[in-house]
């Protein structure tokens, strides 16, 4: 038997035409609004909120007039002429020489980076030249 949580559930998920909802649920929705006052005020307001966004959606009238001026714009403008689009030579041109700058920068990076991953190896390829020079610093008398 369905509740009017139920009911009211079934609402929004199958909306305001009962005659929409599958066969069991609406003939236990028609049996609980024939009976219980809350329910058939929860369908007359589904229903009338169907029907405000019934009508916010529906499309202005347009005349044949408003039509035309409308295609004769777009004729003026040139925006209607079909323009296939096309990669042309100089897209090709950036994007090989984007792929070629990705290669190379990859290449320097796998042979900058040391074999070993720990933070030891890590720390040595980011503060090289402070190694070198405090190393020389040390071995010098």
């Known amino acids: ?76 403008d040139g925006a209607g002429a079909e323009r296939p689009v096309r990669a042309g030579s100089r897209f090709y041109a950036w994007a090989g020489g984007g792929l070629t700058a990705c290669l190379a920068a990859g290449f320097i990076i796998g042979h900058a980076v040391p074999a070993s991953d720990g933070d030891q190896a890590i720390a040595e390829l980011l503060f090289s030249d402070l190694v070198f020079s405090v190393l020389a610093t040390e071995v010098e008398p």
Do not use: N
């Not at 038997?1 to 028609?30: H, I, K, N, Q, Y």
């Not at 329910?39 to 009338?48: K, M, N, P, T, V």
């Open 1 to 76: 038997m369905m509740t009017v949580d139920d009911f009211r559930d079934a609402l929004d998920r199958l909306g305001s035409d009962l005659a929409r909802w599958p066969e069991t649920v609406r003939r236990e929705g028609e049996a609980l609004v024939a009976r219980d006052p809350a329910a058939a005020g929860l369908l007359a307001e589904a229903g009338r909120l169907h029907d405000l966004l019934g009508a916010s959606l529906a499309p202005e009238p347009v005349d044949a007039a408003q039509v035309g001026r409308i295609l004769a714009r777009v004729r003026e």
